[in-house]
């Protein structure tokens, strides 16, 4: 029986729901006693339809089960080949947004696999596997293999497209997204504004594709200090988030950390940590309390507590958020390594110099090897490391440290005091 929702909640999603629903029932796969191989086939298709109307609105523990389900029928009851590709890389997608980095690898490279046996070397659908795959490689911190797919991929694109075509932009927004994380703003903002054109004319200012993008750029200001621009910026990727999905959704998480991060630069310390906590509230409610966004978003806190000298509240949000990120993540991720810093500042704080000496040393090993020398969270754990040496009496040791630091930050300043 097709059950339906009261009316109260038949939202856009609700309502899309019935409506999927419905197709599944037609179908013929989930109301025939006996369906052949040609109804199930069907029936493959309508689940996987219906788990991505799940999946639209954020809500994976409902899709998870349906995209299972599909990948089954699709390679037991004579789904084509093409078909199975489409429910391996639901499953990625799926897979990833419940941080379940390893899983959503094998599906995408099983995807990745099968497609090219499918199509010619260079077809649009394996350079959108690509993508896929290279945000996989970005949340495990495989930054130089996202690169590397993401390069192959536009490789592909630029074969069959235009650098004006629409399709061009979601690849030019994941490598700026790439080279955020890399600390590489200057060029990430290139690629954000040739994508941002694409983007506007294609679907317009208004649309939710458009505002998701106007909060990537906003991140990017707000690490540049350009502080106006981010939050006029955010403002409006939050007004049309809100009307899609309402003001509370947990797919906005990304928008309030944003929105933190502006408070936290204008040191309006309040609103900085009601944004966390609501991203930390809102996320662990939704995916649980081991999600990698809960860890990120407690360790963003625990940084917001160390930074006002708050050490009683930042003890216990630090040491979760490192159990968190080296569970979920692993310990050789960056979001980790800066939990770690995080804790290290607590500890030396707290007289636990040689505990702060094994943290420092950890994160600072891992951010060196992920991303380029002059990183700016590499600037961060030197200069939790020229505290530690300063504490321990080593002035001269402490000096280069800072000097280090500072050469790093003097990358990103000149943006900064250009727009203050």
């Not at 069907?42 to 109307?53: E, G, K, P, T, Y």
């Not at 379940?100 to 690898?105: F, G, P, S």
Request: neutral net charge.
């Amino acid at each position: 029986m097709l059950k339906v929702l009261p009316l109260k909640r038949r939202s856009r999603y609700g309502l899309t729901v019935v409506l999927v629903s419905g197709l599944v029932l037609l179908s013929g796969g989930l109301v025939s006693a006996r369906p052949n191989a040609e109804e199930k086939a069907r029936s493959c298709i309508a689940l996987r339809a219906m788990a991505r109307v799940y999946m639209a609105y954020g809500d994976y523990a409902k899709a998870q089960p349906l995209t299972e389900q599909a990948l089954t029928l699709a390679k037991t009851k004579n789904a084509s080949e093409a078909e199975v590709c489409s429910c391996l890389l639901d499953l990625a997608y799926l897979y990833k947004h419940q941080g379940r980095l390893i899983d959503a690898e094998k599906m995408c490279d099983l995807a990745l696999e099968l497609q090219k046996k499918l199509y010619y070397k260079n077809h649009p659908f394996i350079a959108g596997t690509l993508k896929i795959l290279a945000s996989i490689y970005q949340e495990q911190a495989k930054y130089h293999q996202a690169r590397s797919a993401l390069d192959q991929a536009m490789s592909i694109m630029q074969t069959s497209h235009l650098p004006d075509d629409p399709a061009m932009a979601p690849f030019q927004i994941a490598i700026a997204q790439l080279l955020v994380t890399q600390g590489k703003l200057t060029e990430a903002d290139d690629y954000y504004q040739r994508a941002l054109i694409l983007v506007t004319n294609s679907f317009g200012p208004k649309r939710l594709y458009t505002s998701s993008l106007l909060g990537k750029i906003a991140k990017l200001y707000t690490q540049q200090g350009r502080l106006i621009e981010a939050e006029n910026l955010i403002n409006q990727t939050l007004e049309i988030q809100e009307k899609v999905y309402g003001p509370e959704h947990h797919l906005i998480a990304q928008t309030w950390l944003t929105m933190a991060e502006i408070c936290q630069a204008k040191k309006d310390y309040t609103e900085a940590e009601k944004l966390f906590k609501k991203v930390t509230n809102t996320v662990e409610k939704q995916y649980g309390r081991d999600h990698p966004l809960t860890g990120k978003g407690l360790m963003l806190l625990g940084q917001l507590y160390i930074a006002q000298g708050k050490y009683d509240d930042a003890e216990s949000i630090c040491q979760e958020a490192v159990t968190i990120l080296e569970n979920s993540l692993g310990p050789d991720n960056d979001s980790t390594a800066m939990a770690f810093n995080n804790l290290a500042k607590l500890y030396i704080h707290q007289e636990k110099y040689q505990q702060a000496q094994n943290l420092c040393c950890n994160a600072l090993n891992t951010l060196e090897n992920i991303f380029e020398p002059e990183h700016p969270n590499i600037a961060m754990v030197l200069d939790t490391m020229a505290q530690l040496e300063q504490k321990n009496g080593n002035t001269l040791k402490a000096d280069k440290l800072s000097q280090r630091a500072e050469k790093i930050l003097a990358h990103y300043r000149p943006i900064a005091k250009a727009t203050e």
